[in-house]
């Protein structure tokens, strides 16, 4: 067979040459130079295979607030609202609003159990939604029936033909930060991430219009959002979100390829791109805004992890400052590696020396004590960044020496799910410690990206990631992109345990079904507080400290 390759599955299927030369013959393309574009990525093939033409009708929704995208938009013709702040409620995006049972209600719960698991009122099934003209992935969208009232009920931008919009949120993988809606008829090129990227590589035109965005929107937040930088006065703050520079290193859609590398530790180590080498000369402070970098040190012929950094850490602060202190070049003590995806926002040097170092006192060592910890206590780390359990904020951890299998968990999960468990109890194992199947709610949730009407999301308390059941399609996205099987697409049925039946089809009716770490129950987790031995926790794995520790 032959090695697969990048556009062996186009983003359009559709797009012909016809369309490819509309494209290139408008404003917003015509003046990139093609020739700039290397051999293995033109720009007429990047056009043709990682972008679609989509249409919508007035009234679809065309990316909701809080969404996961991994891709762009550029008008072609109609118009668009941008809905500011305070935004959509949540149940016109296709999300449940939070609710909180009471006390009687969660009594209630003890004789409404049903024996029949995952049933549904019929009515309730399938959420209300359409196809949209045009639409090549041919998904259901969420859409909103009244524009008038909508607007005349909230604040709005307008947006036009030749508006690009979604960048950010695609290139930093981070939520979108407004809803958006057709106002009129539109069509829209959807650019994936990856042709989003290229183009913005190897056209300044693009690079300038995007960096600029970014600078106005969301860097200047970000840079007083990071704690070594918020005492900083304003002059200070501007000359950085003036010169920072913007990186990404690792596989944006990593996802796709860790369920194979993760059988490989060597395998998945050889795969995380350099970002800083131990032994050279720093060229400026690295701030991670979203994704897990490791960090390293040499020990014999290998490397040994000290700590991951996720959004928010910062690398290379302490060769930076001595070498300021001292007048001294400084090499870098450690060296820093992408896991999986990391986006990175690099502060020059000369900019740290003139506005930073003279503003803050001396930082301390960051890895000093990653360094000195004994090397037996390595192995923990290890196995958590390689198995990328990093990223979980409520994963579920049972102590196997005090674990009698009794399976209390697994009922009373089942129980506060009509029926039917939302975990499996086996998973990843180390020493005594099991991470179960279980929902992580993951610091990086990829299940989002892709849901067509926005019913896997963030709850608006705590950041549970939730599905709402009223609007899954039952389409399969989340549970195929979680990369630790944690979603299950479950077959529904009526009250008498008969399976609900797609009417067009025949086939049956699905629904995405994971751990909602039991959102909306008065006394949490259902799992933790049966377990009789107290031998199952919930975790956040950005906490070394708490691991093994009771709740």
Request: net charge neutral; with cysteine; aromatic share 6%.
């Amino acid at each position: 067979m032959s090695r697969p390759q990048r556009w062996d599955a186009p983003f359009g299927p559709d797009m012909t040459d016809a369309a490819v030369d509309r494209l290139l013959a408008r404003p917003e393309f015509a003046t990139i130079r093609a020739g700039r574009f290397p051999s293995h990525a033109p720009l007429r093939e990047i056009l043709r295979h990682d972008t679609r033409l989509v249409r919508f009708k007035a009234g679809d929704l065309v990316v909701r607030e809080g969404d996961y995208g991994s891709s762009a938009f550029v008008i072609l013709s109609g118009t668009l609202r941008v809905v500011l702040t305070p935004g959509l409620p949540r149940e016109l995006l296709g999300r449940r609003p939070a609710r909180r049972r009471g006390w009687w209600q969660s009594l209630a719960q003890l004789w409404r159990s049903r024996r029949i698991p995952e049933v549904r009122d019929t009515p309730r099934a399938a959420p209300v939604t359409r196809a949209s003209d045009g639409d090549t992935t041919m998904l259901r969208r969420v859409f909103l029936q009244d524009v008038p009232a909508i607007l005349d009920a909230h604040k709005t931008a307008v947006l036009t033909e030749g508006a690009l919009f979604g960048e950010l949120a695609a290139l930093g993988r981070v939520p979108r930060t407004a809803t958006m809606f057709a106002e009129t008829d539109a069509e829209l090129l959807e650019i994936r991430w990856q042709g989003l990227r290229e183009i913005r590589r190897f056209d300044e035109g693009w690079r300038r219009t995007i960096d600029e965005h970014y600078r106005a929107n969301a860097l200047r937040a970000h840079l007083r959002a990071t704690p070594l930088l918020a005492n900083l006065d304003g002059p200070a703050i501007e000359q950085l979100t003036e010169h920072t520079l913007f990186e990404t290193y690792g596989t944006f859609d990593w996802h796709v390829s860790y369920k194979r590398l993760h059988e490989e530790p060597a395998a998945a180590a050889a795969h995380e791109p350099l970002i800083a080498r131990q032994g050279e000369h720093p060229d400026g402070l690295l701030l991670i805004r979203a994704g897990f970098a490791r960090v390293t040190a040499k020990l014999g012929n290998g490397q040994r992890t000290l700590i991951y950094l996720g959004a928010g850490d910062h690398y290379g602060i302490d060769e930076l400052y001595a070498a300021w202190q001292t007048g001294q070049p400084a090499a870098l003590e450690t060296s820093l590696t992408a896991v999986g995806y990391v986006d990175v926002l690099r502060v020059p040097t000369h900019i740290l020396e003139k506005n930073v170092f003279p503003q803050i006192p001396p930082p301390p060592r960051r890895f000093a004590a990653a360094a000195a910890r004994p090397l037996a206590a390595d192995g923990l780390l290890e196995w958590l960044v390689d198995e990328r359990l990093i990223n979980g904020t409520r994963a579920m951890l049972i102590d196997l020496d005090r674990c009698t299998r009794c399976d209390d968990c697994v009922r009373a999960c089942g129980a506060t799910h009509g029926g039917n468990p939302r975990f499996l109890r086996a998973g990843a194992t180390r020493d005594h410690w099991m991470v179960t199947h279980a929902c992580m709610h993951c610091a990086d949730p990829v299940c989002m990206i892709g849901c067509p009407t926005g019913a896997i999301h963030r709850a608006e308390h705590g950041g549970v990631v939730v599905i709402n059941d009223d609007t899954c399609v039952g389409c399969g996205t989340c549970a195929n992109s979680c990369p630790y099987d944690n979603i299950v697409m479950s077959v529904i049925r009526d009250a008498r345990g008969a399976v609900l039946l797609d009417a067009a089809d025949r086939e049956p009716i699905l629904k995405a079904t994971k751990c909602d770490l039991c959102e909306g129950q008065l006394a949490g987790p259902a799992c933790v507080r049966a377990c009789p031995h107290d031998a199952l926790q919930r975790v956040d794995f950005r906490d070394l400290a708490a691991f093994g520790k009771p709740s």
